[in-house]
């Protein structure tokens, strides 16, 4: 199952107020765990970026002036999404509102909500009442997220991918597993296991008195269509 993990950064809070999208990460999993796979893309808004929101993620109009415009990297933005990969974001109706805002500006079909899992929602189902923002969700999980000086797409979209695991319930931890390289150069993976002895019993019979298989034989007789009679 391909999910992809996502989040933007961009000029504002709200689409119809003008503002857009300045910066897209995508971090692709293949049943929960990393592919290696991701998508990274800085984008030209064609707008001004209020110094208030530069405080958030350092990203300014002259830094983006350079980079490409939304309609030239949708194709490619939109290949690397798939057709039908669930995608994993938090808070998700701000990142969407967002990209279907963009789409529909360059004529593109809005993506469908039934694709969407947000982890925003999942958090607050697990923990309700407790901060559920990134950090502090990082924080409960014990992630390390001392590089998030400032938000960026990418770098959130990786701790959210850990987050997510640990949101889905945590990868399994404990097996104590060593690699080693062989002469042939393959890889060999060796597991350690442990030994319990157990005190051997012999088997005990239990058998029925009398009233017993004559009550057994009562309820055959009472039960109506039974399986065996078939």
Sequence with gaps: MIEIVLDTETTGMDPTEGHRIVEIGCIELDNHMPTGRTYHQYINPERDVPAEVVAVHGLTEERLKSEPTFGEIVGDFLD????DSKLVIHNAE???KFINAE???FGFPSI???RIIDTLWMARKKFPGSPANLDA??????IDNSNRTLHGALLDSELLAEVYMELLGGRQRGLDIDTKK???QEETTNISTKTIERTYREPREFSANDD????HSKMLEDLKNAIWNK
Excluded: P
Excluded at 137 to 142: A, D, G, N, P, S
Excluded at 212 to 215: C, L, P, T, V
């Design 80 to 83: 690397f999404l798939g057709t």
């Design 94 to 96: 701000f990142d969407m």
């Design 103 to 105: 789409l529909k500006m």
């Design 112 to 114: 469908d909500k039934r």
């Design 137 to 142: 969700l990082c924080r409960r999980f014990q």
């Design 182 to 184: 062989e002469t042939n």
């Design 212 to 215: 017993e298989i004559a009550s």
